[in-house]
């Protein structure tokens, strides 16, 4: 009897674990939607993000006993806005704020489980990427908008941003708390803005959508290589605003860069999770209907004068070798090309980077290490595994292994990622060999 007892606790104690488990995933997901919901309502990110943490903890405590509701996205921001709620009503006791009692009856009114769940669900009025221009207001300065969103909207640690800004955690958390207070400060209307003021913060803005792709595509720490769910989520507000602006070049250009981008994700590593290069992908594993859409907004981006913009030739680029059947059918003349173009459009040392891979492969070796070489002071480059490991292969190929070796095991120790680093130092053990 005894043995039967312990046998049914463990199974009860398996089964809360499971469902814990279960509800930090559906957190993960729905958590920056949720804070997206609070914050357009509290005019708070600091509160809305408390308020999520909050519902979170009660959805742990109620979750196991009752299950897991059929909307669970629906629960937690109810859950989350009564909390608010009774928060308010506790500070009106104590100050009488007629403003906040006004406030107060608009959010009851907004209650109900449908309403909650048309806020969730309603594509045209997205709260996230109301959040995401909320973000890019021009009283937030620029280096901190696309840091704030990837707080809010990726969930990414102040670590994983500031390595993907290539700079120090300190100043990208300062940078964080700067633009939460530079928010309340102005009381910034937490909704997609319209007309010109549209326009004016739309740059931010694909520049944010992009940084939340390239954090899933190429994680910049931890063991995994790839993200899925971020990039997904970029794809998702990408098109979303594509939506909204189907005649914007650039919107369609993002668009067509991350629906192109996001197609190989699932080749970018092996069954073991290690690092494939671009080169030796299985290409019958990319995804063909992603990059048809990409193609089409390619298209569209052209169509409508943006061949030259920033993100329309970088979709381009991404077409160049999404039409490639085979590695070695690559025109990469003509990406040599596009990247002349692109940095007259977006100069920066990693652009510069790139079209030294691009010049080396349509050119030769030689002259990948001279443009390289020209860049390898640049400071946004001193710590910059690409680097090192570009220079590793332009190195290999022309022959000069053990400078290659040295390269690569240079790059392997500035790598944060682990799949990437394990590559690099395989690379490195090749060149030994």
Wanted: contains cysteine; glycine residues 6%; aromatic residues 4%.
């Amino acid at each position: 009897m005894l043995a039967s007892t312990a046998a049914l606790s463990d199974k009860a104690g398996m089964a809360a674990d499971e469902t814990h488990r279960a509800i930090e995933a559906v957190f993960r997901i729905e958590r920056a939607r949720l804070i997206a919901a609070l914050a357009r309502m509290t005019r708070d990110v600091d509160r809305a993000e408390e308020l999520a943490q909050e519902a979170l903890l009660v959805a742990l405590a109620e979750w196991p006993k009752s299950g897991v509701p059929a909307n669970p996205g629906a629960w937690l921001t109810a859950t989350a806005k009564r909390r608010a709620i009774d928060g308010m009503r506790r500070r009106q006791m104590q100050a009488r704020k007629h403003a906040e009692i006004a406030r107060e009856r608009e959010w009851e009114a907004d209650m109900s489980a449908e309403a909650t769940e048309a806020a969730i669900d309603d594509p045209l009025g997205d709260e996230l990427l109301a959040l995401i221009f909320a973000a890019c207001h021009p009283v937030i300065a620029p280096e901190a908008r696309a840091a704030l969103t990837l707080r809010l909207v990726g969930g990414l640690s102040v670590g994983e941003i500031a390595r993907a800004f290539l700079s120090n955690e300190a100043a990208i958390a300062a940078r964080i708390t700067r633009a939460k207070k530079a928010i309340a400060r102005a009381g910034v209307q937490f909704e997609v803005p319209r007309g010109a003021e549209l326009d004016a913060r739309l740059a931010s803005v694909l520049e944010v959508i992009y940084l939340i792709f390239n954090e899933g595509y190429a994680a910049t720490a931890g063991p995994s290589l790839v993200r899925p769910p971020l990039c997904a989520e970029a794809q998702r507000l990408a098109r979303i605003l594509a939506g909204l602006m189907p005649g914007q070049p650039e919107v369609q250009g993002l668009l067509a860069l991350v629906e192109i981008q996001a197609s190989r994700l699932a080749a970018r590593a092996g069954s073991d999770g290690r690092f494939v290069p671009l080169t030796e992908q299985n290409r019958a594993r990319w995804d063909q209907l992603l990059i048809r859409r990409g193609l089409n907004a390619l298209g569209r981006a052209e169509a409508l004068g943006g061949a030259d913009g920033p993100y329309a030739l970088q979709a381009a680029l991404a077409a160049c070798h999404a039409r490639a059947r085979r590695a070695e059918d690559t025109d990469w003349r003509r990406i040599a090309g596009l990247y002349d173009r692109l940095r007259a459009v977006m100069p920066s040392p990693v652009v510069e980077l790139n079209r030294a891979v691009a010049h080396s492969m349509a050119f030769g070796p030689e002259a990948g290490l001279a443009l390289v070489d020209a860049i390898a002071d640049a400071a946004l480059l001193r710590n910059y595994a690409p680097l090192p490991a570009a220079r590793g292969h332009f190195l290999l190929r022309a022959g000069r292994r053990a400078e290659a070796g040295a390269a690569y095991r240079t790059a392997a120790a500035l790598a944060v990622n682990e799949r990437e680093r394990d590559y690099l130092l395989a690379q490195a053990a090749a060149c030994d060999d």
